[in-house]
Nanobody, 130 residues
Framework: QLQLVESGGGLVQPGGSLRLSCAAS????????IGWFRQAPGKEREGVSC????????TYADSVKGRFTITKDNAKNTVYLQIDNLKPEDTAIYYC???????????????????????WGKGTLVTISS
């Protein structure tokens, strides 16, 4: 059973940066794709970025392209989300999720609809405010 733990959230001023971490235990991420999703108060969950651990392929939501960067550290079984030029509309709880490679239809489908996601972390709160 894979466990995912997010960290790195906090209160940041607009224009600042954060690096979120998603640490996995209970199994290797080698056979998974990992996604970052967020949910703002009163809004639906949004997939922001996903990465294939196998080949490093990435995908981003249009709303975050150019500001968000997803990376992986296979040795640490961890995926990171670097967020730059933070905006108030980035305020949300950020969750990481894992989908087994053989279960996700495409990386884009996993990121857009959470198709194939089997495991979720509990989330980390990101608040952007001056």
């Amino acid at each position: 059973q894979l466990q995912l733990v997010e960290s790195g959230g906090g209160l940041v001023q607009p224009g600042g940066s954060l690096r979120l971490s998603c640490a996995a235990s209970g199994g290797t991420l080698d056979y998974y794709a990992i996604g970052w999703f967020r949910q703002a108060p009163g809004k639906e969950r949004e997939g922001v970025s996903c990465i294939s651990i196998y080949d490093g392929a990435t995908t981003y939501a249009d709303s975050v392209k150019g500001r968000f960067t997803i990376t992986k550290d296979n040795a640490k079984n961890t995926v990171y989300l670097q967020i730059d030029n933070l905006k108030p509309e980035d305020t949300a709880i950020y969750y990481c999720a894992a989908g087994a490679n053989h279960r996700i239809p495409t990386l884009q489908a996993m990121c857009h609809l959470a198709n194939g996601v089997d495991y979720w972390g509990k989330g980390t709160l990101v608040t952007i405010s001056s």
